[in-house]
């Protein structure tokens, strides 16, 4: 039994490497093992995008939209930047960026891989400004650059993989060491673990790493990364059915600002002030 549950732990070990890539995140040089490709992962993620921005509602409201996508284009361009200057020329190939704003009065903002990002109007009233947008949106394309959809899928893949050790998984490993590509197995995998982007909870730590960069990032936009520390304090304070999956598994409201005050000497040496002055948020009408 005993030899029988090595050779199987064995397999496990064997499939796992066989078919993964090592992934620095830059500015925290956090490594990480994923098991799935950025072509596999971004092919998945733009079906997934599209279905979802079929059933959505865009909001017609033409200030804010154009708000999100102003604000949305200065981060990105600034964090392209800083992948280019800094041996990350590579990821650019990933990244195609799409900012929308949907009529939609839940206080949320996803990030799905390559660099699609959604924004409801329900999360409007609690940025307020410019600035704080800048944060929300800084903290969803870190999800992205830091490629934390696919180490959450790599995970459930693991996951996936323990829970089928058995009588058929030494000979699956056997035939998967030699492919290649995992293509037809994860998207079998993802029918069984259902697996979607839009409604994907990361872990706490990936939540701390997209703060960390999030505010790094829109410091290297222009935007004061100081007003984080009132904007998650009004996000804090949000409660009963309107709290915001931005706090799902994340730590409590305490230490993340706490955290947030330790990164912010950081963020400043990144930050200078933009020559113009920050755009307010209109107002979004809220239905009663």
């Given amino acids: 039994m005993k030899t029988i549950r090595t050779l199987l732990i064995t397999a496990l ?33 733009s079906q997934q995008y599209q279905e979802y921005m079929k059933s959505s509602t865009v909001s017609t409201n033409q200030s804010n939209t154009a708000l999100v996508k102003r604000v949305g284009q200065r981060l990105a361009t600034a964090v392209e930047t800083y992948l280019m200057n800094n041996g990350y020329a590579n990821e650019l190939q990933n990244l195609q960026w799409e900012f929308n704003l949907v009529a939609n009065n839940q206080v949320n903002a996803f990030c799905m891989p390559g660099g699609k990002i959604v924004v409801y109007e329900g999360m409007l009233p609690v940025t307020q400004d410019e600035a704080s947008l800048a944060i929300v949106l800084g903290h969803e394309i870190a999800h992205t650059i830091a490629k934390h959809s696919a180490e959450q899928l790599s995970k459930q893949m693991r996951q996936q993989y323990a829970a089928q050790i058995g009588g058929t998984l030494v000979t699956q490993v056997a035939q998967a060491k030699g492919v290649s590509s995992n293509t037809a197995g994860l998207v079998d995998m993802l029918a069984q673990i259902g697996f979607n982007f ?25 935007y004061d990364p100081q007003v984080a520390i009132p904007f998650w304090q009004r996000m804090s304070q949000l409660g009963g059915n309107t709290k915001s999956e931005l706090l799902s598994d994340h730590p409590s409201d305490e230490k993340r600002i706490a955290e947030l005050q330790k990164r912010m000497p950081e963020a400043l040496k990144y930050y200078t002030p933009a020559t113009s002055a920050p755009a307010t948020t209109t107002k979004t009408t809220k239905k009663k």
């Fill in 13 to 45: 070990v064997l499939l796992t490497a066989s078919c993964g890539t090592t992934n620095t995140v830059p500015i925290t040089g956090r490594k990480t093992h994923l098991l799935v490709s950025d072509a596999e992962i971004l092919s998945l993620s």
């Fill in 198 to 222: 839009a409604n994907l909870k990361y872990s706490r730590d990936n939540e701390t790493e997209a703060d960390h960069l999030g505010l790094i990032f829109a410091a290297m936009a222009g």
